[in-house]
């Protein structure tokens, strides 16, 4: 198969786990015998230093060209400190979902068995945890009308959906369950927001084309806490932009290291792959960050360009490394292996 | 001292556990000579039932008239099938919250050391967790203009907040910060909503009055990993209604059982207090929910009176109550004790 990937590797650590990435996807093309290509694409703040925009018009046509994206991570300490900045790294994040269209968002949440003692939570807590997040990903209250009174003493933040935007990304949620363990959470505030109760309108008539597939409700703040008492009751969740921000991060520290755990971005047309993980500037240049969720961002890419064995011939490489202990530091803190060392052993291993 | 308090029992499990707190508060009458008058109003599903609105005029009344008012819990299966219908009992409770302009939600959050075993995080995890959330009550996407297109493939929901709104909660929690770890966490999403860059311009400026209290930023979810990962690194967390309904869920699952905390509303003229828990339908009449939330509701009012050490001895008597594994089923599976009997030895212990 041939694919034009386009790498965007952004700021902090992001770079480098990329370039981890890149090292497994090559052993891919040589193993099964595929043809990818690779171009670079500036992103976030070293956009901003350079062009003084964080996603620059070359960006995105590079974007809009290639098949894939890989993305690295975003934000830097220096404009961290003031998140009211108009311009802001992560604004080229949000821009490049909206422009791409990706909107659904998938993050896995599942528990590496030689991780549980990671895990802040007891081991009979998370046993058996493996359930996996669908994120509305251009909607809500990310893109509604903005608004400020001119004395600056009032904002406001508009949530919206429409029928379509909820759809569309409840038809994957489904073929999701389907083929996983036949049940869907839509988690939403439906006694409060008329924005919730649209979305289980909507879902509700969708629910009929999947007769295999069990559909339940959760308000978002039982969902917040089930997520803690009771993980492994979830399969497929399927909720909006802003509650999939917090419960997927809540979810990703079900796993203890964010470092291990990937995620996709699909849209009708591009689809993007990134570690759920931040851009760690305090790590940048060390090589010691995790590569990781990044190597298994490009499992979930391999697979939704349908090389599913290919997929899974990385994610296996993955397991090995974990139980053969080449990991970085963060699992293992007396571990000699560097970021480099770990996606090389990966990437020997497809 | 002299006060009237309204007891709102409202559905499910509420007026079971609201009568122990009348029982303890009778004791606390007795022991430190105080005079306490107790008026029944109806709300929720209870006051739908009868009048058709979850909160009737007259229940609005017999609170304005009022000290302090001592609230059951809301909801019941009945109504729980629909949460689209536009009367539900819920609306009742976020009725009385703005009527009464109880801006201030107010849900301490901490571990009772007999009772270690029971919360799914790990024991070095939540050592030491004792934080408090400052939930703003009355502004937010809960009551912003709510809009659907006339085709009903359209809803929205405006999330809107003042500076005023903002800062009379801002130093209420810097207030409590002051008389605690001198820590307070603003948790918002400033990196995309305006109404969060207000929050944090309007609570960086009030910090200025507060030079011993020390203010950082969390974004909502990194605030929700951090609870997770190390809830122990919390003191006073600020934040906006909806955000706050979420963490404060989450931050309940710590301590394992829902059944243990108490909040307070606290407006500028009124002030309302309940248990965290919900209304627990399937356990209704059963003489088993747990009545200590509901109990240390009544700790937190005395206080809010100024009456401490009265708050302290119904503490006290709660801890004795645990000690002595005089507990409700939820918390020791064998127990032969119900709501009733756990209330009375709360209350004989005063
Ligand atoms: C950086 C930020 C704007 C972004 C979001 O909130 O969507 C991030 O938290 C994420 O989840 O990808
Ligand atoms: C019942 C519901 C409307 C309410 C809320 O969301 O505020 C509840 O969850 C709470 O936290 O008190």
Redesign the interface.
Known sequence: MDLKITLLGGDGIGPEVLAQSVKCLQAVEETFNHHFTYTEGLIGAVAMDKYGSPLPEETINLCKESDAILFGTIGTLKYDDN??ARV?P?QGL?QLRRELELFTNIRPVRIFPTLVAK????KH?IFGTDFVIYRELTGG??F?E???SED?????????????EISRIAHLAFKAAKSRKKKLTLVD??????????W??VVTRIAESYPEVKLD?LF???A???????PNQFDVILTEN??G??????G???C?S?GLLPSASIGAEHAMFEPFHGSYPQATGKDIANPVASILSTAMMLSHFGMHEESRAVVIAVHKSMRKNVVTKDLNANSRYGTSEVGAFIADNI
Chains 1, 2 share one sequence.
Not at 224 to 230: D, G
């Open positions: 998140p009211s802001r992560e949000l895990s802040p939570l007891k807590v209250i990310y509604g903005k608004q400020w600056g003493t009032y904002a406001s933040d508009l949530c919206e959906y429409s029928e379509k505030k439906a006694n409060v927001l008329e924005t919730s109760r649209l289980r309108k409700f978002v703040d039982n917040a806490m089930q997520m803690m008492l009771n802003m509650f921000d917090i419960l997927s991060d809540q990703s520290a079900i203890g964010k």
